[in-house]
């Protein structure tokens, strides 16, 4: 089955200065790969994602890069706020999957600094 | 805010009581889906419902009893259950799901009922 390693566990950045959260994935079938941001006391919140057939995506302060070969994605955020503190998970999905199939990643709390 | 609306927010129950979670959508969304959450972790996929039908259940006690109604409701019936069953539930609904053709993937979560059984 599909195995997902997201890194850093925890992740510190100086509110302002950007954060850069990487996630490797096992299976080749993989292509659907969501970012979710999860706020204290709250349920995970799709932030943005990505199917294989692009590179990289963009959404305002957010982008996400995919790296099919090395199959390895990473979620940036730049200008970071106090607001961006939160958990957040990336996951796969196979071809067909789907919702069903996601694969998270054991998340990584991003913490901004004023 | 999110549009998968959980009741309770909060629930606290012995082990030999019997209780309820409930999750609804309006998104016209097909597949609707259980997931367990514990402090520090991602959330553990539990039922998934498509077409109001239960596709998957990933292995789940059968103190956990899940039901769908209709399209728009999911429940989760609770009974006898033992101290670390205590976590936060989350319900989610996505477009299409069970297999069906195009599965988009996306996952849109609710706000999760928090669960302690003493």
């Not at chain 2, 069970?98 to 849109?108: H, I, M, R």
């Amino acid at each position: 089955g599909e195995n997902v390693e997201q890194h850093p566990s925890t992740l510190s950045v100086q509110e302002g200065d950007s954060a850069v959260i990487k996630c490797t994935y096992s299976d080749s079938a993989s292509n659907y790969f969501p970012w979710y941001k999860q706020e204290l006391g709250k349920g995970p919140q799709l932030i943005i994602d990505i199917r294989s057939n692009v590179g990289e995506k963009k959404d305002q302060r957010i982008a996400v890069t995919l790296n099919k070969t090395a199959k390895h994605f990473s979620l940036h955020i730049t200008e970071t706020q106090p607001e961006d503190s939160a958990v957040y998970f990336c996951a796969a999905s196979r071809a067909g999957g789907g919702a069903d199939g996601l694969t998270f990643g054991k998340g990584t709390h991003l913490i901004i600094q004023p | 805010d999110t549009e998968v609306t959980q009741t309770p927010k909060h629930l606290v129950m012995g082990m030999t009581n019997k209780k309820s979670l409930k999750c609804e959508q309006h998104m016209g969304h097909r597949a609707m889906y259980w997931y367990k959450q514990k402090a520090k972790k991602p959330p553990e996929l539990m039922f998934v419902y498509s077409y109001e039908k239960l596709s998957i259940n990933e292995s789940v006690p059968s103190r956990f009893s899940p039901e769908c109604p209709n399209s728009s409701l999911l429940n989760l019936h609770l009974h006898a259950l033992q101290p670390e069953d205590s976590a936060l539930y989350l319900c989610a609904s996505s477009p299409q799901g069970g297999g069906a053709k195009p599965n988009t993937g996306e996952l849109f979560f609710g706000e999760g009922s928090r669960l302690t059984v003493l």
